[in-house]
């Protein structure tokens, strides 16, 4: 085509945020950073690497993602606990804070209840910023590694995928069929996991994530919560995806209890206000 003669004109007007966040509303981290300082672990689970595991936090706890042995990412399913229609939307999460969360924001559920499912209270991770590929960490971009793009770009079989694992998760957890619980397996918050976009391709990018054992990401639990958590098949995500060439770690999930009385005035926030008439 045809370049047109204003094309720069069009290329250089400014963009406009669409979604502008100064109304929305906002946790107490003042509030939950009081509640830190007396926590109480009362649960943990270990994740094996290549694989998945479940775990619940009730509404009020804290839970925190560790590595524990070697650089790993995690691909983190959030689900309220008795409704897995109600569900972690990663589209709304990016919409809303961009394409990587940090401390202060928070994993928003699907529609119809479109409300805070947990908020980010702490990450050791927070210093690396966007590094000079527009690479940062904690993603709401990437969806999750998977068999179907796997066999279509690579051929074969190969079942330790993170939707997989997930899968395999969830339906243990539950006590369903594989069949049964796919479709509530979604896309994912990807957890240390360093990735962007190219600047010349606009291609999801990924690189050797900078987490190293010790560090961590920590949530508060907004509603009751069922999570599951996989232990990526690529490791620290330096090369490749699905396979099991990588070096895989596990990951650590605990759960922790804040005091008694330290949250007082917090309440678990409610669904959606919409009417839900859509016009008629």
């Not at 509640?35 to 706890?61: I, M, Q």
Request: proline content about 7%.
């Amino acid at each position: 085509m045809t370049m047109p003669h204003d094309a720069d004109a069009r290329r250089a007007v400014a963009p406009v945020i669409c979604y502008p966040v100064e109304t929305l509303p906002a946790p107490d981290m003042t509030l939950y950073g009081r509640a830190r300082e007396t926590l109480t672990k009362v649960d943990e689970v270990t994740v094996a690497p290549r694989d998945a595991s479940c775990f619940t936090v009730p509404a009020g706890h804290f839970f925190r993602i560790t590595s524990v042995e070697g650089p790993q990412v995690g691909d983190l399913n959030l689900w309220a606990q008795n409704d897995l229609s109600q569900r972690f939307y990663s589209g709304k999460t990016r919409a809303l804070h961009g394409t990587h969360i940090t401390t202060g924001q928070r994993m928003w559920s699907s529609f119809p209840t479109l409300r805070p499912m947990a908020t980010l209270t702490h990450d050791t991770l927070d210093w690396y910023g966007v590094d000079d590929f527009g690479g940062s960490v904690h993603d709401v971009i990437g969806t999750r590694c998977d068999p179907y793009t796997n066999q279509l770009l690579s051929g074969g079989q190969y079942h330790h995928c993170c939707h997989s694992n997930l899968i395999r998760a969830l339906a243990d957890h539950q006590g369903i069929s594989y069949a049964e619980a796919e479709p509530y397996v979604h896309d994912v918050l990807n957890v240390f996991m360093c990735t962007g976009f190219t600047r010349d391709t606009g291609q999801y990018f990924m690189k050797a994530s900078p987490v190293r054992p010790g560090d961590y990401l920590e949530f508060f639990a907004e509603i009751d919560l069922l999570g599951a958590l996989s232990a990526c098949p690529g490791g620290d995500c330096s090369s490749k995806h699905s396979a099991d060439t990588a070096a895989c770690y596990p990951l650590l999930v605990e759960v922790f209890a804040p005091a008694s009385g330290t949250l007082n005035g917090w309440q678990s926030p409610q669904p959606n206000g919409y009417d839900r008439s859509h016009g008629s």
